[in-house]
């Protein structure tokens, strides 16, 4: 009797939501350099954090402003034999053991080829297509930086060299032989801070759940759309079903909504057309501008309830090149007219009382999944946790925008300000970890229209929650 006298009272928690995107807006659209500079500004942002890796690790002397590297070996004591760590890749000696920074590149023979895509188009086969990863034992990886390239030799029980993916900067340790190979004796990334979360953090806060929620790949009226769950899902979070009062208080407990991707298929608004030179798909505008209607309708019902974000992904309509930008208005003509509306970019930065979340639609974590070994989601997130890159695959495997002097996708932030959860959405399955000694808490939502999930982050206590909606709600 208590509890239903409590949920005829229900109220959301009210929490501060400070949205953190500008590092991912692009504000002049414009391509007047290669992206030799976005590899370039990716090695000198995570320089410093990956000096200090080293020197966690290997115990090396590093100069007192982490950007000098000292000379290690030292004249006044001949038992000293630190390995030294060189400052370019052109400085190694053949045979002598040393420690060499640079960006992974990474040959893989499955790897389709432009050409491929071209024979697909024209129907014919083509085998590296149709594979679902293209990782082989023929694959060569490389370290690279502005001086020089050098083949990596790495033993499994050091590192499996399947696991490693082009774009992310990376130090090891070994010594060059004579064919012109490093064999690598051992390797660290820029890794991510310990104890961004310490025991101070809970003085203070409330013992009672306030959740921040997550679900990814709703794809609203496609043909790929689940329905039944769809339903569930709102009726869950408007408070409107026939649910019990446990579920009903579960649901006010709920202070803000993050909606991370793929809402609306417009792949499943364009028909194939002839042209004079073949065939292709042009989007049907009165079924695009109805779907969107549809789309709209039903997160305008959200909005009325619930403080929510949209987050763009890779089948939505907006520019496919990460980082992408906001929602239009337009396509949200009655939620934007809610204060408790607002669009997010892909990837995104916020914080909600001053917990700062990062995380991704998902496209660039499916990507690592084709060009490493890495079998579950949360491995190929965990991966880009401790090589302080939420993207590496940009822009070797996905449309990127050729920044300049910056590159918006390293998590370069202080230790102080390090982002405290990361998620990404539309994977196949659910997945979580905490990294040690209060590190980051990483986790995947799955795609909605294929495994209807939605996960709840207790902002607390950080414990994580799912609800299924496959045919009735699931705790």
């Not at 909606?259 to 292709?280: F, M, P, Q, S, Y």
Request: charged fraction near 20%; hydrophobic fraction near 35%.
């Amino acid at each position: 009797m208590k509890l239903e006298k409590d949920v005829k009272s229900l109220k959301r928690p009210e929490v501060n939501i400070k949205n953190e995107c500008e590092r991912f807006r692009i504000k002049d659209y414009s391509f007047p350099h290669q992206y030799c500079h976005l590899c370039f500004s990716r090695f000198m942002s995570l320089r410093p954090f990956l000096l200090k890796a080293v020197k966690r690790r290997w115990k090396c002397h590093l100069s007192v402003d982490q950007e000098k590297v000292e000379k290690i070996t030292s004249q006044s004591d001949p038992e000293d034999r630190s390995v030294p760590i060189l400052n370019e890749l052109k400085d190694m000696k053949m045979e002598s053991e040393c420690i060499i920074m640079g960006l992974v590149i990474k040959e893989m023979k499955n790897r389709p080829t432009i050409l491929d895509e071209y024979l697909q188009d024209i129907e014919e086969n083509t085998n590296n297509s149709q594979l679902s990863n293209y990782t082989s034992s023929d694959d060569k990886v490389f370290l690279e930086d502005s001086s020089s390239r050098i083949p990596l030799i790495i033993k499994e029980e050091v590192f499996s060299m399947n696991n490693l993916i082009s774009g992310t900067i990376l130090a090891v340790k070994g010594v060059q032989n004579s064919g012109g190979n490093f064999l690598v004796s051992d390797l660290t990334f820029a890794s991510p801070p310990e104890e961004i979360i310490g025991k101070e953090y809970t003085l203070g806060r409330s013992s009672q759940p306030v959740y921040l929620a997550f679900v990814s790949g709703l794809n609203i009226g496609s043909e790929i759309e689940n329905s039944l769950s769809l339903q569930l899902f709102r009726d869950f979070i408007m408070g409107v079903s026939s649910y019990s009062s446990e579920h009903k208080l579960l649901s006010s407990q709920i202070a803000y909504l993050i909606i991370a991707g793929n809402i609306i298929r417009l792949l499943d608004t364009a028909r194939e057309t002839v042209t004079g030179t073949g065939t292709k798909l042009v989007v049907n505008n009165e079924l695009l501008s109805s779907r969107l209607g549809v789309v709209d309708s039903f997160i305008s019902q959200l909005a009325s309830t619930i403080s929510l974000a949209v987050m763009p992904g890779e089948d939505d309509p907006v520019p496919i090149s990460l980082p992408q930008p906001p929602f239009q208005p337009y396509i949200f003509k009655n939620s934007r007219n809610y204060q408790s509306f607002n669009s997010f970019t892909n990837p995104c930065l916020f914080s909600i009382n001053n917990i700062r979340v990062t995380g991704v639609s998902g496209q660039c974590i499916s990507k690592i999944s084709l060009f490493s070994s890495y079998s579950k989601p949360i491995d190929a997130l965990k991966f880009c946790v401790e090589s302080r890159n939420i993207a590496p695959t940009c822009p070797d495997a996905i449309p990127s925008y050729p920044f300049f002097d910056r590159d918006p996708f390293v998590l370069d932030y202080p230790d102080e300000s390090f982002p405290q959860v990361i998620f990404a959405g539309n994977q196949s399955e659910f997945g979580s970890y905490r990294f040690p000694n209060n590190g980051p808490l990483c986790f995947t939502i799955p795609e909605f229209s294929n495994n209807p999930v939605l996960v709840l982050l207790d902002i607390n206590s950080f414990e994580l929650k799912k609800i299924s909606f496959k045919t009735s709600l699931s705790i």
